[in-house]
């Protein structure tokens, strides 16, 4: 079989996996491609590497596609977002002056509870924080934006500063930042280097948030079905082999090579395994799921996750974000995720849409083979989104 090649765009996070799994081990040479893995030095370059067709995919921040169709960000190509990559990864940091004011005032680091984390960021502060995100739009400015509303903090409480994720430790040890939200390894750099400690993970704010998408451009997806469909089988195929516990190793080692991360593999295994070290005291914190690539249908692109980010995004944005709730819905390309993925064993759930933030607990539900369970996606506020209500 001749392969083709596919160049892909994507950042140095851990959350690449699937991608960097899938050539490394053979889910594309099985499918017939080869990706061309593109390292990036910001988001911006990601984007538009695939606007422009530099790229035919991407390792995509979720909010990006769905920006994009609300004619935010200045680009106007189509793109669509035909699987979710990862799901939660996120760590949330303070830099070390506001590290030792938080222990002064007797705070623990429980990294587990956002609400008391932000009532304590509240009582040290001396005005709005300046948190480093890695772009405008992506998941973790929505995460912080929807903590600090329904907390302390308040929705004045925090600025937003972009900062690419390999800068984001020397971006806190100057100063220019007081605070951070970042994917992995990037957060435990930070520790490791001394210039903060970690205060909470992504997923103590929303437990099953879309992170990264694999990203094509519309246009790209109509012409080539064919690639399309072999490029998602095998991130898919790559996603299901990372969710093997006993693959962690060799998935560390695999992420920290010089082509990819250039990290060390106990960094990586921090994020893969959940057993992450918080502060330069060492102290360890445990989270379950801390990083999803598979399980729970972790790679089905849900519209009602693309209706909540929509709904975030007007929130913060106003008139700038005009849109077709409907229309930016599809950004999320489920149509595509099951054409796709049917057959090779993905069992895909009945519906498209989901309530966001009623899953309390792993909930059996319809599927197309019967076996589907999904995890509990629960917003620390105990809120739900009802992708139909008016």
């Known amino acids: 079989m001749k392969h083709v090649t596919v160049p892909v765009a994507y950042m140095p996070l851990v ?12 889910f594309a040479e099985a499918e017939g491609i080869a990706l061309d893995l593109i390292a990036a030095p910001s988001w911006s370059s990601v984007r538009d590497m695939l606007a422009f067709g530099r790229v035919d995919a991407a390792h995509m921040l979720s909010p990006v596609p769905v920006a994009m169709a609300m004619g935010l960000g200045g680009m106007s190509t189509a793109l669509s977002a035909v699987s979710v990559l990862s799901v939660n990864g996120n760590v949330i940091g303070v830099g070390t002056p506001l590290e030792e004011r938080l222990r002064a005032r007797g705070y623990g680091f429980d990294f587990a509870d956002p609400v008391a984390a932000a009532e304590a960021l509240s009582a040290v502060r001396d005005g709005p924080i300046v948190f480093g995100v890695p772009f ?12 600090s509303r329904a907390t302390a903090l308040g929705p004045d409480g925090i600025v937003i500063r972009t900062v690419p994720p390999p800068l984001m430790a020397n971006a806190l040890a100057a100063g220019d930042v007081d605070a951070f939200c970042v994917g992995e390894p990037w957060g435990s750099v930070a520790v490791d280097e001394g210039a903060g400690a970690l205060l909470l993970p992504g997923t ?33 195929r790559a996603g299901r082999w990372l969710a093997r516990p006993q693959v962690r190793a060799t998935a560390s080692e695999l992420l920290s090579r010089k082509a990819y991360l250039d990290i060390s593999p106990e960094l990586i295994d921090r994020a893969l395994s959940g057993q992450l070290t918080v502060s330069a005291r060492g102290e360890q914190r445990h989270v379950e799921r801390f990083v999803e690539f598979h399980d729970g249908a972790a790679s089905f692109p849900w519209r009602s996750q693309a209706k909540w980010i929509a709904q975030q995004l007007r929130a913060s944005h106003g008139a700038a974000a005009q849109d077709d709730a409907e229309a930016t819905a599809h950004v999320f390309r489920a149509d595509l995720h099951r054409m796709h993925l049917q057959t090779v064993g993905c069992d895909m759930p009945g519906a498209s849409e989901k309530v966001e933030g009623a899953i309390r607990h792993a909930t059996p539900v319809a599927s197309a083979g019967g076996g589907l369970t999904l995890l509990p996606n629960r917003f620390f506020d105990a809120q739900i989104f009802d992708p139909n209500a008016s």
Not at 136 to 147: D, G, I, N, Q, T
Not at 214 to 230: I, K, S
């Open 204 to 236: 103590a704010i929303w437990n099953f948030a879309p992170e990264k998408v694999l990203a094509v451009r519309t246009e790209w997806a109509e012409t080539e079905p064919d690639l399309t469909g072999r490029l998602m089988r095998a991130t898919w």
């Open 15 to 26: 959350d690449a996996a699937p991608l960097i799994v899938a050539q490394e081990m053979g």
């Open 136 to 147: 405008p739009f992506s998941m973790h400015v929505e995460l912080l934006r929807y903590w």
